[in-house]
């Protein structure tokens, strides 16, 4: 199998939207990961603008500890991101394998990881899904933090829908996340950052419940067991990080000037800017690739997914009486799509609404035309979407 200049190789992991498979440049020899994606899915969901959005903002990040993403080509029916390939597994395994890691060893990765998310906040840019399984390890045992800025997508699903799902693994969420009530993308990645300083230096998570809304209270009221017998800088910086209130929640500048944090510590200084710069222009290019993967559009999402891919952030029925969220409302329904759109349809038209439809959308609006109102403002938009599951 090949794509452009690159032979695949095998799978090295799968995600919702599609695989990473090793390659190899058929010229120079060299490894790299391919992430493929599968149009159809980005463009049933309607998310296309902001995954090319995405894409060229991570072409921007260039620094020793995140994946650096090289080449970005398409096909008709697949995005093929070129990626650094770090072969040292993830850190999760990493962890696994040992139990937990020493506390010089911890803290040496927590400072890798603390550089390489300082860098891409101080460009903008947000992870929302840091865990170990995607914080990867290079041959030296230095971190590489994998899928940056790649928000939109869910990453390391699983065959089963489950756990690992549009927010991953529910453990390292922050809890202002969990409610959904506005966030600042810093200090809750801060937030999973402690959540696996605290994997790494115990080997055990510091919120966890076979059940999920048990989980998600654990989460918000933020009492994690720090073992004693941690040296009393790490309670003490773990206590700190892993603050349910994110105003009072030590933030970078903090964990910066925390003594334990600064032990041994030496900073990783960020590439160059025009290094590499033969590399694409941060647009999506329509290459003449073949498809070398093929997987049916989905057309039908199980519930699992379903939940995966909309609600899962939006707990906030779960802990609030009654209050919905404001901008989403989810339902579940046995009336098929079209009786469902038919009545929608049939409701806002009786009220003076005006209706359009396309592909599985259906948009209900009331344009307010007042001569001093030129850019729309006081235009109500509804938009109803229906998603089928198995
Ligand atoms: N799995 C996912 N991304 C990877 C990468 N860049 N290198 C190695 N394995 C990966």
């Given at each position: ?8 190789g ?43 959005r ?20 398409a ?5 093929y ?33 603390m ?20 914080v ?95 040296a ?77 891919m ?48 396309n ?32």
């Amino acid at each position: 199998m090949r794509m452009g200049k690159y032979e695949m190789g095998r799978a090295l992991g799968e995600g919702h939207f599609g695989k990473v498979r090793l390659a190899r440049h058929a010229d120079t020899g060299a490894a790299f990961a391919i992430k493929i994606l599968d149009r159809h899915r980005i463009l049933a969901m309607k998310i296309d603008d902001q995954i090319k959005r995405e894409i060229a903002t991570m072409k921007l990040l260039k620094h020793p500890n995140v994946v650096r993403l090289h080449e970005v080509s398409a096909s008709k029916t697949k995005i093929y991101m070129v990626l650094e390939y770090v072969n040292g597994g993830e850190l999760f395994d990493k962890i696994a394998l040992k139990g937990k890691l020493s506390e010089k060893e911890g803290r040496k990765l927590f400072q890798q990881l603390m550089d390489a998310v300082s860098y891409c906040h101080e460009k903008g840019v947000y992870h929302r899904d840091l865990k170990p399984e995607n914080v990867l390890v290079d041959a030296k045992g230095n971190i590489k933090v994998s899928d940056f800025g790649l928000s939109t997508l869910p990453q390391n699903q699983r065959k089963d829908g489950l756990l690992h799902t549009t927010c991953g693994s529910p453990n390292y969420i922050a809890p202002e996340v969990l409610l959904n009530r506005g966030y600042d993308g810093s200090l809750s990645d801060i937030w999973s950052c402690g959540v696996i300083l605290y994997v790494m230096l115990t080997g055990n998570l510091p919120f966890d419940d076979q059940n999920t809304v048990v989980l998600y209270q654990k989460i918000l009221k933020g009492d994690a067991r720090i073992p004693k017998w941690l040296a009393p800088g790490a309670q003490d910086i773990l206590r700190k990080i892993l603050d349910p209130n994110p105003v009072t929640r030590l933030d970078m500048t903090g964990i910066r000037a925390h003594d334990w944090f600064k032990q041994d510590y030496t900073p990783a200084l960020p590439f160059d800017d025009d290094e590499d710069n033969n590399i694409g222009d941060g647009n999506l290019h329509m290459t003449e690739h073949q498809d070398i993967e093929s997987s049916p559009a989905i057309s039908q999402i199980n519930a699992f997914q379903l939940i995966g891919m909309s609600s899962c952030l939006d707990l906030s029925g779960f802990f609030e009486k009654e209050d919905v969220s404001e901008r989403k409302i989810r339902f579940v329904s046995n009336y098929s799509p079209t009786s469902l759109f038919e009545k929608i349809e049939s409701v806002a038209t009786e009220k003076g609404f005006q209706v359009q439809k396309n592909s599985g959308k259906l948009k209900v609006i009331q344009v307010c035309n007042e001569p001093a109102n030129p850019r729309g403002h006081g235009t109500l938009l509804i938009s109803a979407e229906v998603f089928l599951s198995h």
